[in-house]
């Protein structure tokens, strides 16, 4: 079974500026999830989509975080404008059914604004 | 505040058993308590989920006590491709609302 798949892999950009991730998550799994982790922290989960409707986005910076899942597979979140703590590690990943914490998780993206 | 507490960091030998403590007050009544294992640049890997009492699988066991408010990872005889970070993953129950909680990680070092 293919994983989670995320793109890019890293990203440098300056703050101010904008970023957009996509992740295309496991085939027939409803349930998907943006976390960002800081280098050395635990993920912190930012959105939950069920199929393409949002779940919870209560930790969502939404002043210039954004994140869509149009047709209910593959998803994209976009920062704009960057700010220098925004600077992580952001992963996607996918489950079944929502409340089971059986996530599989993508390899995520390295985003460094300088 | 809602959040869970796991120690920072842990040493070990190989062919040691590596028990992982994660503390959890708030947890919500009916949530799962789910434990992942992460490597460098990787993202989380799923190592086991339980309810309560005791989960065991081909690679670790879960041991939940009557109360739920702790959960303990146990990893029998260690090698060196265990050394990573373990988080502990549960939904907590708190002033905001539901909320579901990775912990700060253990990293785990294993010495030959």
Known sequence: ????????????????????F???????????????QILGQ??????????NGV??????PKDRFSAERLK??????????????????????????????????????????? | ???????ISMDSYEGQEVNITCS????????????YQQFPSQGPRFIIQGYKTKVTNEVASLFIPADRKSSTLSLPRVSLSDTAVYYCLVGLQ???????????GTRLFVKA
């Open chain 1, 42 to 51: 635990g993920p912190k989960l930012l959105i939950q989509f069920q199929n």
């Open chain 2, 24 to 35: 959890h007050n708030n947890i919500a009544t009916n949530d799962y308590i789910t434990w």
């Open chain 1, 72 to 114: 209910g597979v593959d998803s994209t979140l976009k920062i704009q404008p960057a700010k220098l703590e925004d600077s992580a590690v952001y992963l996607c990943a996918s489950s079944m059914v929502t409340g089971n914490y059986g996530y599989t998780f993508g390899s995520g993206t390295r985003l460094t604004v300088v």
């Open chain 1, 22 to 36: 996509w992740c295309n998550p496991i085939s027939g799994h409803a349930t998907l999830y943006w976390y960002q």
């Open chain 2, 94 to 104: 708190a002033a905001g609302g539901f909320k579901t909680i990775f912990g700060a």
């Open chain 1, 1 to 20: 079974e293919a994983g989670v798949a995320q793109s890019p892999r890293y990203k440098i950009i300056e703050k101010r500026q904008s970023v957009a």
């Open chain 2, 1 to 7: 505040l809602a959040k869970t507490t796991q120690p």
């Open chain 1, 55 to 60: 779940v919870d986005d209560s930790q969502l």
